[in-house]
């Protein structure tokens, strides 16, 4: 593959791990989160719920990000073996 190639590919990974990120963290209701933790452990400083909230939502994005990598991977290469045997 050219430098190039990879480049795009880099951006593109990069774009959809953005994409997912902003999409768990428009759907997760944190504030509801936040209140249900602090009734049932107690008072919790703010910061440093959201610093580990936070984290969590990306550590989730790029595991599903890589999941989906890892998917599209698989079944390119499937239905490349399934296109040389023909």
């Known amino acids: 593959m050219k430098p190039i190639t990879h480049v795009w590919i880099w951006l ?23 209140n249900w ?16 909230y936070t984290l969590i939502l990306y550590i989730a994005s790029i595991a599903l990000t890589s999941g989906l990598i890892w998917l599209t991977a698989y079944l390119f290469r499937k239905r490349r073996a399934v296109d040389i045997l023909k």
Do not use: Q, R
Not at 37 to 52: A, L, S
């Open 37 to 52: 933790y602090e009734e049932k452990y107690g008072f919790v400083i703010e910061t440093k719920w959201y610093n580990w």
């Open 12 to 34: 593109t990974e990069l774009f959809i791990v953005s994409v997912i990120y902003s999409v768990i963290c428009f759907f997760m209701p944190d504030e509801a989160i936040f």
